[in-house]
């Protein structure tokens, strides 16, 4: 009898989960793009633009450890929202959770949010991207959940790349006719970040185990390195809501220039205050080894003292530089409060302080994490205005919360933080906007060591990197080097790759809230021209509008504070001729100062031409940008 009414039973379940099945459609607020959700035994989207398949079907769920969310559940209750910005459905599954599900002009966004009792644990997350397998892909590839400072690969087809490749995100995808989809998450709280990881079909997300052992080590000894990991990601809460999975979807380059769906989608402030929360450039010692030739004082590395600190404050303070940034050296990196008797760093940040300039100071995250109250306590009583925090090199769920952890305890003490040695930013620079810059990104540093932090490589991370949120790239380097000339110097005065005024657009093109001078004050009062330039640049606009862009090839922007606009351009190591559209002015005539390459900076990276001119809306301009090179534009009223 058994077997009969096993034989007998299935036609009806078979007919009841067919049944079961529902769909839904999600249209984007210009009618362009449509998300398709399905739930039923599978619970999941797809995503046409135009009639265009830009991700075929893919599964999305949760799997906790008593409970599988996204799979055999039908909703009970549905809500629609619409926006001028998006529309919105959310999924509500019972009492036990809900999925919402965001389409914008500019891409898609989902996250579960659960009403589970008591803290549950996340054994694994379901998150798939299947972009089609003829689609190109530009990736940062790593081995490994520590490192967001790799350069990028290209691969001509995504069914080429080898399953189980993992990369980080943000992550690019790029079909023929031009359209691009960049995978990111976003509002990113107690939970580790999310990777992508090649699959047959496509992509999927990954993520870090939570670490189970960790023990000091890596570069300084100082790093907690994981040993050993429990066999879930998370252990959390049951009431709450998860991060948004986001897919970036461009039909143009200039769109992912200004795209910043990460951010929009994060949790609002939480500091009522911010007043006291400025942005700005700062001058730098650790990336030309604290030397200054010429100076009429002992400089270098070992001679890191109050004398010289000061020094720094009155180059900074001469040039308008809102802050000096004290790299490691000036404390023990094992005891923040053991402060190096050569610097007194107190009576360095009073003399600042007299001449308007604030002072960060560098520090290890686990060495701050040890005694944080304490820590910081210390810190606010020497009178500094932020700290910069490296050496996180994680991104696991115990890792994510010190980013808040710190974050919220620096607000307190209205303390800015610049994290290094980071996993990207997840849009935690809105909920704690003292949080000015993030590294998470291969910047100027490598060229003391190798060769990858070359234009190539710069023209590829506005489009990928820079959707996340804002980098600490640390540019400014002033001994300009074509890609034939260059060399690496790890001790001693680095170049840099590319021409002088490549260097210069940085300060327009790339969002860094903090952004450094990097190279030697002796090095930047030889050149009075471009110290006008960077003593002026602002590093927050009111505005921004692209001019003209291509992935990993160019790039020019047009970024307005007040009623002063800049202009900076970028190329890779070809040479690029581009005209210059003024259209983007208000009615009127306006002097232009232009910084470009010179006749012969394929030969000599740093010359450079400054001119000034008059120019109205109707102005066209065209420039030539050399091998590595570019130009910016100060445009007055």
Not at 19 to 24: G, M, T, V
Request: hydrophobic share 40%; with cysteine.
């Amino acid at each position: 009898m058994r077997p009969f009414l096993l034989i007998f039973l299935m036609p009806f379940l078979t007919s009841k989960t067919a049944f079961s099945q529902k769909n839904y459609v999600l249209k984007s607020p210009d009618g362009n793009m449509s998300v398709n959700i399905s739930c039923g035994n599978t619970l999941g989207y797809s995503i046409t633009r135009k009639q265009n398949e830009i991700i075929a079907f893919s599964p999305i769920g949760m799997e906790m450890e008593n409970d599988q969310l996204g799979g055999g559940d039908i909703p009970g209750k549905t809500l629609e929202q619409k926006t001028a910005r998006y529309n919105s459905l959310t999924l509500k599954f019972g009492k036990r959770y809900d999925v919402v599900f965001r389409l914008y002009n500019e891409g898609f966004a989902y996250r579960f949010l659960t009403h589970l009792k008591d803290s549950v644990k996340v054994i694994n997350e379901t998150a798939t991207f299947n972009v089609r397998p003829d689609a190109a892909a530009v990736l940062q590839e790593t081995d490994n959940y520590t490192t967001w400072e790799g350069v990028y690969t290209k691969s001509d087809a995504v069914e080429s790349i080898a399953v189980g490749k993992r990369a980080t995100t943000p992550a690019l995808f790029a079909y023929q006719d031009g359209t691009k989809v960049i995978v990111a998450e976003s509002d990113l709280f107690d939970y580790p970040g999310m990777y992508v990881k090649k699959e047959k079909a496509g992509f999927v997300g990954e993520w870090a185990q939570l670490p189970s052992l960790t023990v000091p080590g890596s570069w300084g000894n100082f790093v907690s390195v994981v040993k050993q990991r429990f066999p879930f990601i998370a252990k959390t809460s049951g009431e709450r809501s998860y991060p948004w999975r986001i897919a970036i979807i461009a039909t143009d380059d200039k769109q992912l220039l200004t795209n910043r769906l990460v951010t929009e989608l994060a949790t609002p402030s939480k500091i009522k205050d911010t007043q006291w929360i400025k942005p700005g450039k700062a001058a730098w010692e650790w990336w030309h080894d604290a030397l200054l030739p010429g100076a009429p004082i002992p400089s270098g590395m070992d001679n890191r003292n109050t004398a010289l600190y000061n020094y720094y404050v009155d180059f900074a303070a001469k040039y308008k530089l809102e802050y000096l940034m004290v790299d490691a050296g000036w404390s023990n990196n094992y005891d923040l409060t053991q402060v190096n008797p050569k610097n007194d760093i107190k009576a360095v940040i009073a003399n600042a302080k007299s001449k308007n300039v604030g002072v960060f100071l560098w520090c290890v995250a686990t060495t701050l994490l040890k005694n944080l109250d304490k820590n910081l306590d210390f810190v606010q009583s020497l009178g500094a205005a932020g700290l910069k925090v490296d050496f996180i090199d994680r991104d696991d769920q115990e890792a994510i919360k010190w980013f808040e952890i710190i974050a919220k305890a620096a607000a307190k003490r209205k303390l800015m933080i610049n994290f290094h040695g980071c996993s990207k930013p997840t849009g935690l620079e809105k909920t704690y906007p003292n949080i000015v810059n993030y590294e998470a990104v291969r910047g100027a540093e490598s060229d003391k060591w190798d060769y990858t932090i070359n234009p190539d490589l710069q023209l590829l991370t506005p489009f990928i990197r820079m959707l996340a949120g804002p980098f600490d790239y640390t540019p400014g380097a002033m001994r300009n080097k074509t890609k034939e000339t260059f060399k690496p110097i790890d001790q001693g005065l680095p170049s840099g790759q590319g021409t002088r005024c490549h260097e210069l657009a940085m300060y327009v093109i790339y969002r860094q809230p903090l952004a450094m001078l990097s190279d030697s004050p002796s090095a930047y009062m030889k050149e009075d021209t471009v110290m006008r330039y960077l003593s002026a640049v602002p590093t927050v606009y009111d505005e921004e509008k692209v001019l003209s862009a291509k992935l990993g090839e160019e790039v020019v922007m047009a970024k307005r504070k007040g009623k002063t606009w800049y202009v900076g351009g970028m190329g890779n190591w070809n040479e690029h001729q581009v005209n210059v559209d003024f259209s983007f002015l208000p009615p009127g005539h306006f002097q232009a100062e232009i910084y470009s390459d010179a006749p012969n900076a394929n030969t000599d990276a740093s010359a450079y031409s400054y001119k000034t001119i008059t120019v109205n809306p109707k102005t066209v301009l065209p420039l030539n940008m050399a091998k590595g090179g570019g130009f910016v534009i100060v445009i007055h009223p």
